[in-house]
Structure formats: structure tokens, C-alpha cells
């Protein structure tokens, strides 16, 4: 069983950049890919970006360029650099793990990032 916890979102202007983290408690962080995701109002959470155990990377074509995903296994969390942010990038933003040897899904519970122009 694993759990996750998210932190830094916030209010931030245009142009501006925040960092997301998220901490993974319990085992198997070196077996498990790491997700970002969105969720506007109303809408289905959207795949924002992916990193494997070794830290190759995937990103939506919205976010590249600005967003980058990185994660830090001795200390197993997961950060989501977001620079150059605009307001369409307000959303709350959801940390998932996915442990590819037990086949199990863990959801971190969201953290609202919101951007004013």
C-alpha cells in the first residue's frame, strides 16, 4: 500500500512559475512510474506528464518547453516544475503512482493551482 502527498500550489501571476511535489509513502517508489495530471471544471483529469523509475520523461504538447517532471528517489518524491505559467494552465493537479509489479494505482488528492492574468 502506498500513499501520496502533494504540495505546492497556489495563486501566481502570469509569466510566473511554481513547483509541485509530491511524496510517496511506502514501498516500491523504485518500481513505480510517476504521473501529473490536470483537472479543469468539469472535465476529465488530462495526462500533464510522465516519468519512469529511471527517469525518462513524457510530456502533453501543451506543457513542453515549460513544465518539467523530475523525481528524487532517495527521497521518493516526484516535483513538477511549472514555468512560464498562463491562466488556461489553472486547474487542480492531481500526483499518480503506478507500481508495475503489483499492477496498483495510488492517487495523491489534488492541489490547486490557479493563475491570474
Known amino acids: 500500500q502506498a500513499q501520496l502527498y502533494e504540495s505546492g500550489g497556489g495563486l501566481v501571476q502570469a509569466g510566473g512559475s511554481l513547483r509541485l511535489s509530491c511524496r510517496f509513502s511506502?514501498?516500491?517508489?523504485?518500481?513505480?512510474?510517476m504521473y501529473w495530471y490536470r483537472q479543469f471544471p468539469q472535465s476529465e483529469r488530462d495526462l500533464v506528464a510522465t516519468i519512469s523509475p529511471g527517469s525518462s520523461t513524457n510530456y502533453a504538447d501543451s506543457v513542453k518547453g515549460r513544465f518539467t517532471i523530475s523525481r528524487d528517489n532517495a527521497k521518493s518524491t516526484v516535483y513538477l516544475q511549472m514555468n512560464s505559467l498562463k491562466p488556461e494552465d489553472t486547474a487542480v493537479y492531481y500526483c499518480?503512482?503506478?507500481?508495475?509489479?503489483?499492477?496498483?494505482?495510488?492517487w495523491g488528492q489534488g492541489t490547486q493551482v490557479t493563475v491570474s492574468s
Open positions: 499518480k503512482a503506478f507500481n508495475f509489479e503489483l499492477r496498483r494505482e495510488y
Open positions: 511506502g514501498s516500491g517508489f523504485g518500481h513505480t512510474v
